[in-house]
């Protein structure tokens, strides 16, 4: 079983930066996707940026390319989601999930992950 921990977030001026964490505790293998997922008051759940563990290939929504970036710490067994250039419309919840099996493709899709984390609040004042 794999537990997520997010944490990291907050109150941020619009134009300003933040990093997320997820601490991964069980078993984690090479194999493992992560994502971050976010959920805006009275919206679906939305993709934001997806990574294998052990990998270079990252992949991001459109709403986010050149301003958020994903990472992963193999050593502390955490992923990263580094926010720059916030923008009111960043406002929401932010969910670290992990697909067991990756194959190499993109996972966007919330129904694609096997774990969840129980998100962090992210709120930018414009």
């Known amino acids: 079983q794999v537990q997520l921990v997010e944490s990291g977030g907050g109150l941020v001026h619009s134009g300003g930066s933040l990093r997320l964490s997820c601490a991964a505790s069980g078993r984690i293998y090479t194999s493992y996707v992560m994502g971050w997922f976010r959920q805006a008051p009275g919206k679906e759940r939305e993709f934001v940026a997806g990574?294998?563990?052990?990998?270079?290939?990252?992949y991001y929504a459109d709403s986010v390319k050149g301003r958020f970036s994903i990472a992963v710490d193999d050593a502390k067994r955490t992923v990263y989601l580094e926010m720059t250039n916030l923008k009111s419309e960043d406002t929401a919840v932010y969910y670290c999930?992990?697909?067991?099996?990756?194959?190499?493709?993109?996972?966007?899709?919330?129904?694609?992950?096997?774990?969840w984390g129980q998100g962090t609040q992210v709120t930018v004042s414009s």
């Open positions: 999930a992990a697909k067991v099996l990756g194959d190499g493709s993109e996972y966007r899709s919330v129904r694609d992950y096997d774990h």
């Open positions: 990574i294998q563990w052990i990998a270079f290939n990252t």
